[in-house]
């Protein structure tokens, strides 16, 4: 039984759908979760809850996703392997669906390393395409991993991300048809700025038929500052920027409406590509610019389905 999610009836109607990203505090403050959302709310079909990113510990994705679900907002809830055992991970899939969350991302999670815990033990007890099959198991068959019964259904719309960069390329699409066969619904990408090598990893995707057993939400980041465009080429695991995309916002007076430019450019450019379903747009520290960004790419009114 699918969860019969907003984001799931849009993707499966056809329509293009738009999602972003809200980054939960380093605290215990709701405001953040709920500003963020309010001002997301209009534009997006569902809004991702991020859990612990780049291993920073922040309120969990649980409690984000719970908070906009109080404000009308369907959340995605993300969830990574880095820090929880199959006995956390089933038992936390449990209280979400108890509290109404229906769509989960499956993650492995960045290295401990990269965040503020750096000696922390990472635990990926289970891998993200084996967290894919456990939901879809726990989903379809009512079973937990040992086998024991569960008792009522549990209703999932199953993400996983996917980076078309990452090396060797040739691998690429033969890793998203393992995360189709273990039973992921939706794709969210990793950053969309190379569109060409994007693309021919799209060709590969539709050459193959995958297009037509996943939806595939592109992911784009708007890029605030030349100083970001430049950690994000340097410094973040999966994120490629080309040269000439830093070059370019040197090169201008307004970097913000550069960064926008390019992102709207970006975004018209992944609509034209075959088995593309969707825009996936990560915000960092910019949510107030999402809604431009959906109105200026003609996505706006978004669909009642």
């Given amino acids: 039984m699918k969860a019969g999610t907003?984001?799931?009836?849009?993707?499966?109607?056809?329509?293009?759908?738009?999602?972003?990203?809200?980054?939960?505090?380093?605290?215990?403050?709701?405001?953040?979760?709920?500003?963020?959302?309010?001002?997301?709310?209009?534009?997006?079909?569902?809004?991702?809850?991020?859990?612990?990113?780049?291993?920073?510990v922040r309120m969990s994705s649980v409690s984000g996703c719970v908070l906009l679900n109080q404000l009308g907002i369907e959340p995605v809830m993300q969830m990574v392997c880095r820090d929880r055992n199959r006995i956390a991970i089933q038992s936390d899939i449990l209280g979400a669906v108890a509290l109404g969350i229906g769509n989960v991302l499956c993650l492995s999670g960045d290295y401990p390393s990269f965040g503020d815990h750096p000696t922390a033990k990472g635990v990926f007890d289970i891998d993200s395409i084996q967290l894919i099959q456990l939901l879809k198991q726990m989903r379809e068959e009512k079973k937990f991993l040992s086998g024991a019964n569960i008792s009522g259904e549990v209703p999932l719309f199953i993400g996983a991300a996917e980076n078309p960069y990452a090396d060797p390329f040739e691998y690429r699409t033969p890793r998203l048809a393992k995360k189709i066969a273990a039973g992921v619904d939706f794709i969210q990408t990793q950053a969309i700025f190379d569109v060409d090598k994007f693309a021919k990893w799209m060709k590969e995707v539709t050459d193959r038929g995958l297009d037509k057993k996943v939806h595939i939400l592109a992911g784009v980041i708007p890029i605030k500052t030349v100083g970001m465009g430049r950690y994000m080429k340097d410094n973040v695991p999966g994120v490629h920027v080309p040269d000439e995309v830093v070059t370019r916002m040197q090169d201008v007076k307004d970097v913000k409406e550069e960064g926008l430019k390019i992102c709207l450019e970006t975004i018209d450019q992944i609509k034209e590509i075959p088995g593309v379903h969707g825009i996936h747009i990560m915000a960092v520290g910019w949510e107030d610019m999402v809604p431009t960004i959906v109105e200026k790419a003609g996505l706006l009114p978004r669909p009642l389905i």
């Fill in 6 to 56: 907003n984001l799931e009836r849009i993707l499966d109607s056809g329509e293009f759908a738009v999602t972003a990203e809200v980054g939960p505090p380093r605290g215990t403050s709701p405001n953040v979760v709920q500003r963020k959302g309010e001002l997301l709310k209009s534009c997006c079909d569902a809004i991702n809850v991020t859990d612990n990113q780049t291993a920073i």
